[in-house]
């Protein structure tokens, strides 16, 4: 049943915790904007480029370079045709709509790297009752037709 899943949590966990330590540690909500946008921009390390300059890589490109890899993963969940599938669909279901309540009512939420992550959760909804409405669609039978 954990294959049910979707695993498009983990990185909206992240970025709850990434939000939840600003909060705890600025104080107010005002401060757990600027405090999470802070976090998730400010550079972990870097890397240095062919081109003399160097790459700058922030909490916040880690968390959506982990949220692309599962949404691939999450695309391929997607095709088969198992009963978990419906599980999974609705999960994905109720944590768009988690992540879209988020976004657009809580402090902290509002920045385009969790924008991102919503947009991938919604594309995994999508894609997932898409292909579902494909494969059941092939799997009818038409009776003398």
């Known amino acids: 049943m954990l294959i049910a899943l979707p695993l498009l949590v ?4 992240l970025y709850n915790l990434v939000v939840l330590t600003s909060v705890l540690g600025g104080g107010d909500a005002s401060a757990a904007a ?7 921009r400010d550079p972990m390390f870097s890397i240095p ?29 997607s095709t088969s045709s198992q009963k978990v ?38 594309l995994d909804v999508l894609a997932g009752f898409i292909v579902t409405i494909i494969s059941a669609r092939k799997d009818l039978d038409f009776g003398g037709v």
């Open 10 to 13: 983990i990185p909206v966990v």
């Open 34 to 40: 600027a405090g999470a946008d802070a976090v998730l």
């Open 49 to 77: 480029m062919a081109s003399g300059t160097s790459w700058n890589v922030g909490a916040g490109d880690l968390i959506l370079f982990l949220a692309l890899i599962l949404l691939f993963f999450e695309l391929l969940k």
């Open 85 to 122: 599938a419906i599980v999974n669909h609705a999960l994905s279901m109720i944590l768009f709509v988690i992540c879209l309540v988020e976004f657009l009512l809580i402090k902290g939420f509002a920045t385009s790297t969790f924008f991102l992550i919503v947009t991938m959760v919604m």
